[in-house]
């Protein structure tokens, strides 16, 4: 291995100093759980590591605004957010999707600023962060900044980060209506998804008042199917407005295929797995009504 420098900042104000636009050697690390996997494969081979460990109890908390808002810290580990009693109450879905992270190991150490800034196109939680409309906080020399979850991620393995910019918070509004995150893998359930797709409905009585749908790990980054979107809207959610959304989302999702199945395949797994996290949707919000 390349001998690199491991540097561990007190505050978020060191921590930007040490990191430099120019330099893609020079790497903040969170967690470490995908940094380690990129080094030990040899696709990443940093000059300098930038820990955020030691800024962790500042940019961590989980805590609801006033306002209703949920403001996670970047340094937030999955887990915590996961068991948080009050995310659990007031942002099921985020519980829901959580749970199918990775295993317990991972999540125990992998924050939710180092996930989302890994930009997997694979990764679950980018998917459901975008449906639930959050915003990401990003921290940089120049001052903080705020991007739509929706916009944050350009491509694959690409964010709108700038190399010394740090993802310091993610801001929640309350969860519209009924949501779920669908997960299909081809192994094990809490494998890397083939295909994710994450559904929110604000609903006002029967009637779909808005829905928000995207699908990741099938695309180079989380993607609003909005063509599906505005059939929930007109038809509402009857298994013939289903059908006929998740028939929309295929023709209009630009799906690719990867060693977790060809293109048609993931076709077909959209095709199914819309309507499911829809029905997952209404069961889950049926049952805590
Ligand atoms: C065995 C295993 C199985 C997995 N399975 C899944 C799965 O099923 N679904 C899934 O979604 N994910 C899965 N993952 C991926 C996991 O979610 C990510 O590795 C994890 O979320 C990354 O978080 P971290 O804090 O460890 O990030 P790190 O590894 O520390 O960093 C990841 C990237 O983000 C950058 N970075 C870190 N923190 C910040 C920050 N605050 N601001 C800006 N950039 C930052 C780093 O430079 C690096 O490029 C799996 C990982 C492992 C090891």
């Known amino acids: 291995m390349t001998p690199f420098e491991f540097l561990l900042p007190y505050s978020l104000e060191e921590a930007l100093s040490l990191l430099d636009p120019e330099d893609p050697g020079i790497r903040p690390v969170s967690g470490g759980t995908a940094v380690m996997l990129m080094m030990k494969a040899g696709v990443l081979r940093p000059t300098r590591l930038v820990s955020l460990h030691k800024i962790g109890q500042q940019h961590a908390a989980i805590e609801v605004k006033a306002g209703g808002e949920l403001v996670i810290g970047g340094q937030a580990k999955l887990a915590d957010i996961e068991c948080h009693p009050a995310v659990r109450a007031g942002w099921p879905l985020l519980t829901q999707a959580l749970r199918g992270v990775a295993n317990a190991r991972v999540r125990a150490v992998a924050t939710l600023g180092g996930c989302i800034s890994h930009a997997d196109p694979h990764l679950d939680m980018p998917p459901v962060l975008a449906a639930l409309e959050a915003r990401i906080a990003i921290s940089g020399p120049r001052g903080e900044r705020m991007v739509r979850a929706e916009d944050f991620s350009t491509g694959y393995y690409e964010t709108v980060l700038q190399r010394d910019e740090l993802v310091t918070g993610i801001f929640v509004p309350p969860q519209a209506g009924p949501g779920a995150y669908l ?21 006002n009585g029967e009637q779909v008042q808005r829905a928000s749908v995207f699908t990741g790990a099938a695309t180079d980054r989380p993607t609003r199917l909005l063509q599906a979107q505005s059939v929930l809207e007109q038809r509402g959610l009857d298994a013939s407005a289903q059908r006929a959304a998740a028939q929309a989302a295929v023709a209009e999702a630009p799906l690719m295929g990867d060693a977790h199945g060809s293109a048609p395949y993931k076709s077909q797994l959209l095709r199914v797995a819309l309507p499911r996290a829809i029905e997952a949707a209404l069961r889950r919000s049926r049952s805590h009504a």
Not at 183 to 203: E, Q
């Open 183 to 203: 997960k299909m893998t081809t192994r094990a359930a809490h494998d890397w998804p083939a295909l994710g797709v994450a559904v929110v409905l604000k609903m």
